[in-house]
């Protein structure tokens, strides 16, 4: 059964910092993974897919990696804004099931 | 990517009734699913809902409590039935696959409170 884990569960840095996360999942035979963001009380925001066959992907300042074999990916933001403050979750998917798998997230404050 | 609204954006309930929530999308999906996310916690799949026959469910999930209709390939609805404190929750509905290697797009999620 896969299972998909995010550390640290919550982050606090400074305005202007850049900063990671992490999200690491047990079962390598993945299709793809995909980022999100989930404002309070709200749904969910695609930010990046990643397929299995790629190493990275970009958006703006966010930058998501994938190492398959090691059965990590992470969510690098560069330059972070008030605005970035929000809940992210990582979600796999695997070959032949579009069952979206989810970690536990990881809540992140910037401080002004 | 597609724009999916849901309705009720939010309802405070009573308990033992039933709520049925709506999810509509702006163009033709493949798959639909269900969601749930329990208070502080991450979300877990309730089914995907078939067009034209019986959702799927996962394991810990009954048709009888959560039953699903997808009449066409861009309206679904979930009813939670019966209800209890429990099954306070968000409820979120998401579509796929896009074109862009099975993408999932999600709506903004129907906040239920159970008293």
């Known amino acids: 059964k896969q299972e998909v884990t995010q550390i640290p569960a919550a982050l606090s840095v400074p305005e202007g910092e850049n900063l990671v996360l992490n999200c690491s999942f047990t079962d390598s035979a993945i299709y793809n993974l995909q980022w999100f963001r989930q404002d309070p009380g709200k749904g969910l925001t695609s930010l990046l897919l990643?397929?299995?066959?790629?190493r990275e992907q970009t958006s703006g300042r966010l930058n998501a990696s994938l190492d398959k074999s090691s059965g990590r990916s992470t969510l690098y933001i560069a330059a972070s804004q008030p605005g970035d403050s929000a809940t992210y979750l990582c979600a796999v998917t695997l070959f032949g099931n579009e069952k979206l798998t989810f970690g536990t997230g990881t809540r992140l404050t910037i401080i002004p | 990517s597609a724009v999916i609204s849901q309705k009720p954006s939010r309802d405070i309930c009573q308990r033992g009734t039933s709520l049925t929530i709506q999810c509509q999308v702006d163009s033709q999906v493949t798959m639909m699913f269900w969601y749930r996310q329990q208070p502080g916690q991450s979300l877990t799949l309730i089914a995907t809902?078939?067009?034209?026959?019986?959702?799927?469910?996962e394991s810990g999930f009954v048709i009888d409590k959560f039953p699903i209709s997808r009449p066409n390939l861009t309206f679904s609805t979930l009813t939670v039935s019966n209800m209890s404190p429990e099954d306070s929750s968000i409820y979120l509905c998401?579509?796929?696959?896009?074109?862009?290697?099975?993408?999932?797009?999600f709506g903004p999620g129907t906040r239920l409170t159970v008293l």
């Open positions: 990643i397929q299995s066959s790629q």
């Open positions: 809902a078939n067009q034209g026959s019986e959702a799927t469910y």
């Open positions: 998401s579509v796929g696959p896009s074109g862009r290697g099975n993408e999932q797009f």
